[in-house]
């Protein structure tokens, strides 16, 4: 079992920067396939950003390549997401996920954290 605690959310002005932090509990951390999906009030939740447990490769929504980054700290439990060039559109509530390397859905979640971005 693994409990996942997002935090680092709060409102920013369009161009800024934010990042999220997202703490595991658990020894298997280091084994997990980890990522970030964010939700809007009547959408489906979208993908973000993943990466494995080596963190050697990332993997992006087209939406956020080239202004978010997605790493890992397996010393730390801690998987961060580092957001930059904001925009409006990227108001959401993000969601940290993991999940073993064999396994082909996002088995555990975390409570979420909201971003608001201002125009």
């Known amino acids: 079992q693994v409990q996942l605690v997002e935090s680092g959310g709060g409102l920013v002005q369009a161009g800024g920067s934010l990042r999220l932090s997202c703490a595991a509990s658990g020894r298997t951390f280091r084994t997990y396939f980890m990522g970030w999906f964010r939700q809007t009030p009547g959408k489906e939740r979208d993908f973000v950003a993943s990466?494995?447990?080596?963190?050697?490769?990332?993997f992006y929504a087209d939406s956020v390549k080239g202004r978010f980054t997605i790493s890992r700290d397996n010393a730390k439990n801690t998987v961060y997401l580092q957001m930059s060039s904001l925009k409006p559109e990227d108001t959401a509530v993000y969601y940290c996920a993991a999940r073993r390397g064999h396994v082909l859905i996002w088995e555990y979640w975390g409570q979420g954290t909201q971003v608001t971005v201002s125009s």
């Open positions: 990466l494995p447990s080596s963190g050697a490769s990332t």
